[in-house]
């Protein structure tokens, strides 16, 4: 949903908008930080995604449930303390019941605070709409944002490390398959996203022209 001014108009419609008529990567090219820093294996990417849709979600539903007793002129500061308390109750957790992960991920789960998907959402909706549509908003837009990366992810640890979830690959681990030791590397991480926005783009392109 566009716009702080324009209302909900059903569950279905959020989650599709999130998902893809409003991804916030291949539309905007937002929040790609985590692109570079874990997307070179797919558990990984699948912890922190988790995390940002979490962060999004309930952070976005408890800035609607906020809105009217926020004054405007400490919004903002608001739904980053808002925010940061998801993140960092992540990030303890993580830190607790799964320590080797989170030395892996690092500093990541924590910059999630500053990423721009999750303040956008705050801002273009869940200021402007109810508890409900604002955490289906958040969920969605997190989940389209973790799709992405998904694919950014297994793309990279399949052609370049030639496994998958840690386990071989039957094809890119063996003889036949020269792995593409650069796609591990930072620089593939955007040489990779650029290919999936590219196909996504040209993929919306299609649909507009055997719509019209």
Do not use: H, K
Request: aromatic letters at 10%; charged letters at 10%.
């Amino acid at each position: 949903m566009n716009g702080s001014g324009q209302a909900a108009t059903g569950s279905g419609a959020l989650m599709l908008r999130g998902l893809w008529y409003d991804n916030a990567i291949v539309r905007q090219v937002l929040g790609i930080c985590s692109t570079l820093a874990v997307t070179n294996r797919v558990l990984n990417t699948m912890v922190m995604c988790a995390a940002l849709v979490a962060a999004t979600g309930l952070s976005s539903w408890t800035i609607s449930v906020m809105r009217r007793a926020t004054p405007r002129s400490i919004r903002m500061m608001v739904e980053t303390l808002i925010i940061a308390f998801y993140v960092i109750l992540f990030d303890r957790f993580l830190r607790a019941y799964w320590p080797d992960m989170s030395r892996q991920l690092g500093p990541y789960v924590g910059l999630i605070i500053t990423n721009c998907i999750i303040m956008g959402r705050a801002e273009a909706f869940a200021n402007a709409n109810r508890p409900l549509p604002s955490l289906v908003d958040g969920v969605a837009n997190g989940l389209g944002y973790s799709f992405v990366l998904l694919i950014v992810a297994t793309t990279r640890e399949a052609m370049g490390i030639g496994t998958f979830l840690g386990m071989p690959l039957p094809f890119f681990s063996g003889a036949m398959w020269d792995r593409w030791i650069l796609l591990v590397m930072p620089p593939g991480a955007f040489f990779t996203l650029a290919l999936v926005i590219w196909a996504f783009r040209s993929i919306g392109m299609m649909q507009r022209e055997e719509g019209s």
